[in-house]
């Protein structure tokens, strides 16, 4: 090797904040607020700042664990992986190579983690996306993961929910990527006859091709505090219209102002919240029933007592 | 007044020296047997050259600023064409146009992309670049078609959906999924065909269809050249290599599995002979239609379900 040659070190990908083996103990800086956090008050507070209540990135398996309960979730196509239809290669590396490097620094195969669980009692099919992954990009994978929570959820009688952190579709696969769009956002229609919920929550980012998709059509829309949410980069958009953009532009609160997201939950609120959605449309289906049918889930009785009044914590919107 | 693109340049100066010798000889026919000779080369050369097009040269050619667009086709393949205007919401959207026609005697319901011819068209059309309410404003038409069971015809040409301040405001991600998911409940048949620039999502959003063709020489892309070139390649201009790496022409859509069919184009494109291109054009589209007529509508929609569910290549290994 020259010693006149650069090593190339490659895209850095954000943080992984979550890993297990980062050494206990250890120091992380606010990304907000810039305040040192200790590893165990970040994990105590599911890796949001205290102090400015900046929500970190999560990997999915983490995000799964604020979510679902308990011991309930039983994952679900767990072997889907990315072929190369394109043979595509940029100008570092093939893509096969780009897929080894990221299942080597994430331990997941995609940017995706699927299966069903309960919610606050409630049985959910769920997909969630891993932005360590590639940016949680959507290719073939992504796509068909969620396909089948859709499915799933049809053929289960279960709530839908799907979990964004994207930067958009994979470019890698090409149109391929583009058409899990189309695949998802048609299984969705169908999904609108079966009178389950669907919903989607977004998480810091979740824009571009999957927000042009399927996680803008929850039924109900959650988002966590300051994710980004939009469609086309800023960048791109300073360039169109040659001036700086408003403060606050794409963040979740913006969005919500504008109309496209229900609800603003702090993390710590997140299966609370997801709890009462779930338990409102339990009652209002008798327990996820066909119309006119009877309960396939005679196994989970509806919870009596659920507080349906508004949310006490101040932080949820 | 013609605008060539670099690749073009043998066959432009070819053709020139025919018409120079042309002039010369004037009526008195003296080089007809000199001119009949470079004709056939001119004629093998243009074989030539638009038989091996490269990705990017196809990619020139879809953008191609004398490219026949929606409402040149609308002139030259429909009859009876009505506008109609706007998504009862917030405004008419000029990127896209929309509306009653018939072809052949059938009614259609029309929608497509619609760039501009110079400076000021394009900036009322955005160079073809949709904001919401040209996304809605489609839903608007496609859902009346539903109502009087009426077939869709879509015609895609945008380089993508508009990156706007307002676009965003007004929710283009939300506008474009909407889209994908009604078109999905349409019972009606649909039929797309990709005329100039497939552009992402913003294409996308009025191609969830029965049948999607693409001309010879157009393209359909998650994202454009100089985007992936950006930032895979930290560099726009690598737009070239991007163009190849994405197979992003109708043959690689083709291959993939992502398309019906390739409409022929004129040799050249189909700027060289706009009649023919819009000939070829009609054609498909009535062959389609009538295919799709004979199939009822449940079938119709579990087959466009169909269609797209099947769309991705994975591996699934046992643990």
Same mark, same amino acid.
């Given at each position: 090797?020259?010693?006149?040659?650069?090593?190339?070190?490659?895209?850095?990908?954000?943080?992984?904040?979550?890993?297990?083996?980062?050494?206990?103990?250890?120091?992380?800086?606010?990304?907000?607020?810039?305040?040192?956090?200790?590893?165990?008050?970040?994990?105590?507070?599911?890796?949001?700042?205290?102090?400015?209540?900046?929500?970190?990135?999560?990997?999915?398996?983490?995000?799964?664990?604020?979510?679902?309960?308990?011991?309930?979730?039983?994952?679900?196509?767990?072997?889907?992986?990315?072929?190369?239809?394109?043979?595509?290669?940029?100008?570092?590396?093939?893509?096969?190579?780009?897929?080894?490097?990221?299942?080597?620094?994430?331990?997941?195969?995609?940017?995706?983690?699927?299966?069903?669980?309960?919610?606050?009692?409630?049985?959910?099919?769920?997909?969630?996306?891993?932005?360590?992954?590639?940016?949680?990009?959507?290719?073939?994978?992504?796509?068909?993961?969620?396909?089948?929570?859709?499915?799933?959820?049809?053929?289960?009688?279960?709530?839908?929910?799907?979990?964004?952190?994207?930067?958009?579709?994979?470019?890698?696969?090409?149109?391929?990527?583009?058409?899990?769009?189309?695949?998802?956002?048609?299984?969705?229609?169908?999904?609108?006859?079966?009178?389950?919920?669907?919903?989607?929550?977004? +998480?810091?980012?979740?824009?571009?091709?999957?927000?042009?998709?399927?996680?803008?059509?929850?039924?109900?829309?959650?988002?966590?505090?300051?994710?980004?949410?939009?469609?086309?980069?800023?960048?791109?958009?300073?360039? +169109?219209?040659?001036?700086?953009?408003?403060?606050?532009?794409?963040?979740?609160?913006?969005?919500?102002?504008?109309?496209?997201?229900?609800?603003?939950?702090?993390?710590?609120?997140?299966?609370?919240?997801?709890?009462?959605?779930?338990?409102?449309?339990?009652?209002?289906?008798?327990?996820?029933?066909?119309?006119?049918?009877?309960?396939?889930?005679?196994?989970?009785?509806?919870?009596?007592?659920?507080?349906?009044?508004?949310?006490?914590?101040?932080?949820?919107? | 007044?013609?605008?060539?693109?670099?690749?073009?340049?043998?066959?432009?100066?070819?053709?020139?020296?025919?018409?120079?010798?042309?002039?010369?000889?004037?009526?008195?026919?003296?080089?007809?047997?000199?001119?009949?000779?470079?004709?056939?080369?001119?004629?093998?050369?243009?074989?030539? &050259?638009?038989?091996?097009?490269?990705?990017?040269?196809?990619?020139?050619?879809?953008?191609?600023?004398?490219?026949?667009?929606?409402?040149?086709?609308?002139?030259?393949?429909?009859?009876?064409?009505?506008?109609?205007?706007?998504?009862?919401?917030?405004?008419?959207?000029?990127?896209?146009?929309?509306?009653?026609?018939?072809?052949?005697?059938?009614?259609?319901?029309?929608?497509?992309?619609?760039?501009?011819?110079?400076?000021?068209?394009?900036?009322?059309?955005?160079?073809?670049?949709?904001?919401?309410?040209?996304?809605?404003?489609?839903?608007?038409?496609?859902?009346?078609?539903?109502?009087?069971?009426?077939?869709?015809?879509?015609?895609?040409?945008?380089?993508?959906?508009?990156?706007?301040?307002?676009?965003?405001?007004?929710?283009?991600?939300?506008?474009?999924?909407?889209?994908?998911?009604?078109?999905?409940?349409?019972?009606?048949?649909?039929?797309? &065909?990709?005329?100039?620039?497939?552009?992402?999502?913003?294409?996308?959003?009025?191609?969830?269809?029965?049948?999607?063709?693409?001309?010879?020489?157009?393209?359909?892309?998650?994202?454009?050249?100089?985007?992936?070139?950006?930032?895979?390649?930290?560099?726009?201009?690598?737009?070239?290599?991007?163009?190849?790496?994405?197979?992003?022409?109708?043959?690689?859509?083709?291959?993939?599995?992502?398309?019906?069919?390739? &409409?022929?184009?004129?040799?050249?494109?189909?700027?060289?002979?706009?009649?023919?291109?819009?000939?070829?054009?009609?054609?498909?589209?009535?062959?389609?239609?009538?295919?799709?007529?004979?199939?009822?509508?449940?079938?119709?929609?579990?087959?466009?379900?169909?269609?797209?569910?099947?769309?991705?290549?994975?591996?699934?290994?046992?643990?």
């Amino acid at each position: 090797m020259s010693w006149l040659k650069r090593e190339r070190t490659g895209i850095k990908a954000a943080k992984k904040p979550a890993r297990s083996d980062v050494p206990e103990g250890l120091w992380t800086k606010c990304e907000s607020c810039g305040e040192a956090l200790f590893q165990s008050v970040l994990e105590e507070n599911l890796w949001t700042c205290p102090h400015c209540q900046h929500h970190f990135r999560v990997p999915a398996r983490t995000f799964l664990q604020y979510l679902v309960d308990e011991g309930s979730f039983e994952e679900r196509d767990a072997n889907l992986e990315a072929g190369d239809p394109l043979e595509f290669r940029d100008a570092k590396m093939r893509y096969p190579d780009r897929l080894a490097l990221a299942r080597q620094e994430t331990g997941m195969k995609d940017a995706a983690l699927s299966g069903v669980a309960r919610v606050g009692d409630k049985p959910v099919a769920l997909t969630i996306m891993d932005f360590f992954f590639m940016g949680g990009s959507m290719g073939s994978v992504v796509g068909e993961k969620v396909a089948r929570s859709i499915e799933t959820a049809m053929a289960e009688r279960r709530a839908l929910i799907l979990v964004s952190a994207t930067g958009g579709a994979r470019m890698q696969e090409g149109i391929l990527s583009l058409m899990q769009m189309a695949k998802t956002s048609a299984l969705l229609a169908r999904l609108q006859r079966e009178r389950l919920p669907f919903i989607s929550i977004l +998480t810091d980012p979740s824009t571009a091709g999957v927000l042009a998709s399927y996680a803008s059509l929850g039924d109900v829309i959650l988002a966590e505090p300051r994710a980004l949410v939009g469609f086309a980069g800023a960048r791109v958009i300073r360039q +169109t219209i040659g001036e700086d953009l408003p403060p606050g532009f794409q963040r979740a609160e913006f969005v919500l102002e504008k109309g496209f997201v229900d609800r603003i939950v702090h993390r710590k609120q997140i299966r609370e919240e997801v709890s009462r959605l779930l338990e409102f449309f339990w009652r209002s289906t008798r327990g996820f029933a066909r119309e006119g049918g009877k309960s396939p889930h005679a196994e989970l009785p509806a919870r009596a007592a659920l507080d349906l009044g508004p949310a006490a914590d101040s932080v949820t919107r | 007044m013609s605008a060539w693109l670099d690749f073009e340049k043998p066959v432009l100066e070819l053709e020139q020296k025919i018409q120079n010798l042309r002039e010369k000889a004037g009526a008195s026919g003296g080089a007809a047997l000199e001119l009949a000779e470079l004709e056939r080369r001119a004629e093998s050369l243009r074989r030539e &050259v638009y038989a091996n097009l490269t990705a990017y040269q196809r990619v020139q050619l879809a953008k191609h600023p004398q490219r026949p667009y929606t409402l040149d086709y609308v002139e030259r393949c429909f009859t009876d064409w009505t506008e109609l205007h706007g998504d009862r919401h917030f405004a008419d959207d000029p990127a896209i146009v929309s509306g009653l026609a018939m072809i052949d005697q059938r009614p259609v319901l029309l929608i497509g992309h619609q760039k501009g011819r110079g400076t000021k068209e394009n900036l009322m059309r955005r160079f073809g670049m949709p904001n919401p309410e040209g996304y809605r404003k489609a839903l608007r038409l496609m859902q009346l078609a539903e109502r009087f069971q009426v077939p869709v015809v879509t015609l895609v040409d945008t380089p993508g959906a508009y990156p706007g301040l307002g676009a965003e405001e007004r929710g283009q991600a939300e506008a474009i999924a909407v889209n994908l998911r009604e078109m999905a409940k349409l019972s009606v048949p649909i039929i797309t &065909v990709v005329i100039g620039e497939g552009g992402s999502g913003g294409a996308l959003a009025i191609a969830v269809s029965d049948v999607v063709l693409m001309f010879e020489n157009s393209v359909y892309s998650v994202i454009s050249p100089e985007g992936c070139a950006a930032i895979l390649w930290r560099d726009g201009k690598k737009g070239p290599l991007a163009a190849e790496a994405l197979k992003l022409t109708a043959p690689d859509l083709e291959r993939l599995g992502v398309i019906e069919g390739i &409409v022929p184009e004129p040799v050249g494109g189909a700027h060289r002979d706009p009649a023919a291109a819009a000939e070829a054009l009609k054609k498909a589209i009535l062959r389609h239609l009538d295919a799709l007529s004979g199939v009822s509508p449940s079938e119709r929609m579990d087959r466009r379900l169909a269609r797209f569910r099947r769309m991705g290549v994975y591996r699934e290994n046992p643990a």
